[in-house]
């Protein structure tokens, strides 16, 4: 009977988690080297009228999600990883086997910066996340988003697959 009852109390956690938890979840197969993982262009203009350009890894299958930037022990100040969730949802982030802090911007579908998170600390089990709907998260080196003034409020752009569609300008979020 207590198997039986493991059993459903299993599923039925299963099923209640959001499809965001993928990056909360132990990775259990191997190690997906950086290089398989898609690049792309992203740029991030700040309210204050800069533009920065990175290189960004996109996570986009559940397996890229779940993994991130686990294991790397470095990453250029001009790197970043891109999760990408469609449809938007709420998302929820930690730092289980990451080696390196990081900061992370988590951005909402048109493409604004809901919230910045600064200096992860790696390996934590913390867990991070926004409030609404999240279309992406970006982690960029730690003390990036301190260096740049990137901040809630500022826009994300992914250039090579015209995302986002342009709207309404972004508002600080508090």
Known sequence: MTGTRNLMLGMLLAALLPQGAARTAAADDAVIPLSAFPREAIVIETRSARRHSFEAWRADTPAT???????????????????VYEPPQHVTMWMKNTLLPLDMLFVDEAGCVAKTVR????????????????????????????????????????PDGNWPDRGLPCTRQR
């Open 119 to 158: 200096d992860a600390r790696p390996g934590s089990l913390d867990t991070i996340s926004a409030n609404g709907q999240i279309a992406l998260v970006v982690e960029l080196q730690g003390g990036t988003t301190k260096a740049l003034g990137i901040e809630a409020g500022d826009r994300v752009q992914r």
């Open 65 to 83: 999600l779940a993994q991130g930037l686990m294991f790397v022990r470095d990453i250029r100040p001009d790197q970043a990883m891109i999760f």
